[in-house]
């Protein structure tokens, strides 16, 4: 009877021991699905956006303003080729008279959606008609960018109808990394140092609706982008007249008009 005893004993734990292994098996099998779901989740993220940083490409045309209002002599010819620095590809038309008629033939024009304006040393004569396809342009999912100084914001404001206060503030400017997320902008250094004293800023809080700082300072920003419509007016507070630190400068200008 002990031996029959023993040996049913044995039995029974050997059959405890196999369920114990067959349900361990079962869970392992079971929960590796789960695992693999969650990996494949990922990895299509991340591989789309690869792609989209492998396929992502700068714009093939600009349209720049090289008038009397702008210093055509030092600041235009490099900043055009600033813009072209990395990017070949792009054309960079240039247009030197603001009546009527050449403004509305260069807002018009379809295959181009980027305007930039150079640093201006004096106010440019621009119309009330002209100031209104200006905004039509921006308002119809176009890009138009402002390089350089408080003569610039001031047109801004009469444009636009922004109320932008300017402002000064010592670099070096950080990365405002709460707005730059999924723009162009999400790409510079955390840090861009100031090249010159010719940098200038416009007060944060005097950005209207829709604005946003991309690069900032103590309440001061030398980079910021507004939607206006379904475009984009940007501006980026610096005049290009020095090649100290131009790389970093030359990339807040390609982000600027790259939105």
């Known amino acids: 009877v002990a031996m029959v005893s023993s040996r049913t004993l044995n039995t029974v734990s050997c059959a405890a021991a196999l369920m114990c292994l067959a349900l361990a098996v079962v869970h392992v099998r079971s929960s590796r699905p789960s695992t693999l779901f969650q990996e494949s989740a990922v990895v299509p993220q991340q591989t789309t956006e690869l792609s989209w940083l492998q396929t992502s490409s700068f714009v093939d ?38 009546d009527d008629a050449t403004v509305r033939a260069v807002l018009w024009d379809q295959s181009v959606h980027c305007l930039v304006w150079p640093p201006l040393v004096r106010y440019p004569g621009i119309s009330e008609t002209a ?29 636009f109808g922004f109320q932008l206060t300017d402002d000064y ?21 955390s840090r861009i140092e100031q090249a010159s004293i010719e940098t200038y800023a416009v007060k944060t809080r005097s950005l209207p609706p829709g604005g946003k700082s991309m690069l900032d300072t103590l309440g001061a920003t030398v980079a910021f982008a507004v939607r206006y419509d379904m475009g984009t007016v940007c501006y980026v507070g610096y005049n290009y007249n020095t090649p100290f630190h131009a790389d970093q400068w030359t990339r807040v200008l390609h982000s600027a008009i790259d939105m």
Request: charged share 20%.
């Open 61 to 98: 045309q600009i349209y720049m303003y090289a008038g009397l209002a702008v210093d055509n002599k030092h600041e235009t010819g490099f900043i055009a080729k600033e813009i072209r620095k990395h990017n070949y590809q792009t054309v960079v038309r240039l247009f030197t008279s603001l």
């Open 131 to 159: 100031k209104t396809d200006l905004r039509a342009y921006a308002a119809a999912g176009n890009n138009v960018v402002f390089l350089g100084n408080y003569v610039a914001v001031q047109f801004m404001n009469d444009v």
């Open 169 to 189: 503030q010592n670099g070096p400017y950080y990365r405002n990394d709460r707005n730059v997320r999924n723009t162009p902008f999400q790409y510079l250094p």
